[in-house]
């Protein structure tokens, strides 16, 4: 299901940022985790932050490519998650998409794409980082 917007994807030089930003109009995202992955052409698509659920146990988990250079938040009052990126790689070149957890029992977010938890996706949003 795509029920999820992504924007903020563009291209920058490397050592750029980028503020990613995930929203929906069809729910409150407050109920759900948050997970953000991204696909480079040719590779698989892998996990790179997700934050959990604003109303339980709180946590956030970021990729190792991820730790030191990306920031996940919400902002409730916008019904928004955001993915800073700092110190960008052209490695980071990919699509990006987020996606909501609806697994009502889970306590920790997740960076696996596992299909039963991760029901509604975005379309994806373009990070392109080059000279």
């Known amino acids: 299901q795509l029920q999820l917007v992504e924007s903020g994807g563009g291209l920058v030089q490397p050592g750029g940022s980028l503020r990613l930003s995930c929203t929906t109009s069809?729910?409150?995202?407050?109920?759900?985790?948050i997970g953000w992955f991204r696909q480079a052409p040719g590779k698989e698509r892998e996990g790179v932050s997700c934050?959990?659920?604003?109303?339980?146990?709180?946590?956030?988990l970021y990729a190792e490519f991820a730790k030191g250079r990306f920031t996940i938040s919400r902002d409730n009052a916008k019904n928004t998650v955001y993915l800073e990126m700092n110190s960008l790689k052209p490695e980071d070149t990919g699509v990006y998409y987020c996606?909501?957890?609806?697994?009502?029992?889970?306590?920790?977010?997740?960076?696996?794409?596992?299909?039963?938890?991760?029901?509604?996706w975005g379309q994806g949003t373009q990070v392109t980082v080059s000279s």
């Open positions: 934050i959990s659920r604003n109303w339980s146990y709180r946590n956030t």
């Open positions: 996606a909501a957890d609806w697994d009502e029992f889970a306590t920790d977010c997740t960076l696996e794409e596992d299909q039963a938890r991760y029901r509604d």
């Open positions: 069809q729910f409150d995202l407050d109920y759900n985790s």
